[in-house]
């Protein structure tokens, strides 16, 4: 018996839907609003491992699929890896809505994205490394951040 693959997703930011088209035919929607329990310790660290692990999964399936939806990648990947109601379907989103909601703070919520705390002038769509546009370029750009990051953090400073 043939196995059945997903052929077809999209993605609807409304409500965060995501319907399935199967190759059988048959067609599945299913809503992500579950909150999940670990995205609620998720610590800065955290949040670089598991932003890093999605992009290279993004990358590797772009570049084979040439040019497929960035946005559809990311709800599939965050739906394989079970993770529910994150903020814009991106981790350093997530972490920055919290600390911008627990501080109550007054400067915009991007100010507070972990990749913005490593370069001033990071923009993740107002840049040569745009994620949607060249998600490739986006993750040596993170990579980049993670190493003078992590280089930062074993030499005491920032």
Known sequence: MAKIKPI???V??????????????RFKQQ?????????KKQNLDETWRLCLKMWKWIVKEWRKGKGQNVEILK?????????KDIKDDCFFCNYA????????????VCYYCPAAKI????????SECNYFRSPDKFLNKLRALNRKRLKAKTHGGK
């Open 8 to 10: 077809r997703l999209q």
């Open 12 to 25: 609807t930011n409304v409500n965060k839907t995501v319907a399935i088209c199967y190759s059988n035919g």
């Open 31 to 39: 809503i992500l609003t579950k909150r999940s329990k670990e995205m």
């Open 75 to 83: 709800a599939v990947w965050l739906k394989k890896n079970h993770f």
């Open 97 to 108: 809505v919290r600390v911008f909601k627990r501080g109550r703070l007054e400067k915009y």
């Open 119 to 126: 370069d001033k002038e990071f923009s993740c769509v107002l």
